[in-house]
């Protein structure tokens, strides 16, 4: 115990200079993207347009790979799913023969505060879809959605059924109306008055009240827990690198546009509109049961970020035939970094999407200009 206390003092001085970085960055314009450490998979950029980059990673060991577009949330920055060689969703995926893309977003900057759902779903998302049939050959795009890439995945789906083959939704933040969900129910709680402050202040929701309300779940475990994780673990083979890296993402706090955030509190998180089809993006009503594609929902038993009760009503909603929840006992990290979730709940996804996408239909024509570029 003594040889603990007289660690501490340095991993809580660390912690602070990776949280007074992780707030330098989330409030630099724009965002420093060079600061992201080294991919550990290499990658091709093949669509750029505004707030959104579209990688591309090529498929290991198939002759016709499976495309898949990965919609990654829009709150941290997307390394989580290649963090280590051993913990990496881009690799396990591509291994079993996926071609992957994966939505790395723009962080939005003041002038981009006007962006809401109108913005993230009709355009970039769509644009995004457009440019994985162009370069996959396909009709029909398989998406998977992890948290808030899950409620872009789930409308543009609903919007655009058409041109949905598959839906995979992770931990996806639904249905609020039980008030069990620790962090997003602390933004359920956000009054007008403190929204429109910040709106007005900053423009956008900054990325430390993003961090503030991770923090808040559970203090005890920044504080203390985690380090004590540390000592204990120091001397396991890759475990400092791994709680170094992984402690940099937890700092890549970065804002959310001003607009989508208002969308976001007031229309799915306070009034759940989106889960009673009255929620509308650019004027046009989302009707859940306008998803007839076949979907898995996967759901972290465990999850103190997003509550298990908020994503499992999905398949009650939609019209798809072919739908199912899948629990896995994890929470809402867990699901893309645990030794578990790779070992079993990733073949298992990579199962899914392969029985399901054995008869792709091949695209028409689609030329890369028709993706609309929005400003």
């Known amino acids: 115990m003594l040889s603990l206390l007289n660690h501490l003092p340095q991993y809580w001085a660390e912690g602070a200079i990776r ?36 990688r591309y990673y090529r498929a290991t060991g198939q002759s016709r790979p499976i495309p898949l577009l990965l919609v990654y949330p829009l ?10 060689p051993d913990k990496s969703v881009v690799q396990s995926l591509i291994g079993q023969g996926i071609d992957l893309y994966l939505t790395d977003w723009i962080p939005p900057t003041r002038s981009d505060s006007w962006r809401g759902f109108e913005a993230y779903v009709n355009g970039d998302l769509d644009n995004a879809v457009r440019a994985v049939q162009c370069h996959a050959g396909v009709e029909q795009v398989p ?7 899950g409620l872009l995945t789930t409308i543009y789906a609903a919007l655009h059924p058409e041109k949905v083959a598959s839906l995979i939704t992770l931990t996806l933040p639904l249905d609020l ?46 504080a203390l827990d985690k380090y004590v994780g540390l000592y204990r673990n120091k001397e396991k083979e890759g475990y400092a690198e791994m709680f170094a890296v992984f402690e940099r993402w937890m700092n890549s706090d970065v804002p959310l546009a001003g607009q989508l955030c208002r969308e976001l509190l007031q229309g799915i998180f306070q009034r759940n509109l989106l889960g009673q089809n009255r929620f509308q993006v650019g004027g046009k009503r989302v009707d859940l049961t306008q998803i007839t594609c076949p979907v898995v929902n996967v759901i972290g038993e465990d999850d103190d970020v997003v509550h298990p009760t908020s994503s499992l009503p999905l398949p009650e909603l939609i019209g798809s035939a072919d739908k199912a929840n899948l629990l896995f006992p994890t ?8 030794t578990a979730a ?29 993706a609309r570029a929005w400003h």
Request: charge should be positive.
């Open 342 to 370: 790779h070992k079993k709940l990733w073949p298992q996804v990579g199962q899914w999407l392969q029985v399901r996408s054995q008869r792709l239909p091949v695209a028409r024509t689609i030329h890369p200009e028709s």
């Open 143 to 149: 998406l998977l959605g992890y948290c808030l890439g």
């Open 75 to 84: 709150i941290k920055r997307p390394y989580i799913l290649d963090l280590v």
């Open 19 to 54: 949280s007074w970085e992780g707030l330098r960055r989330g409030l630099t314009e724009p965002f420093p993207l060079s600061e992201d450490p080294p991919p550990v998979t290499p990658y091709e950029v093949i669509y750029a347009a505004r707030k959104m980059r579209l």
């Open 177 to 222: 109306s039980t008030r069990e969900i620790p962090f997003f129910g602390l933004l359920d709680k956000v009054q007008p008055a403190t929204l429109d402050l910040l709106m007005t202040t900053y423009g956008n929701c900054p990325a430390w009240f993003i961090k503030a309300g991770f923090t808040a779940m559970s203090p005890v475990h920044h």
């Open 331 to 338: 929470g809402h990290i867990g699901v893309v970094v645990s």
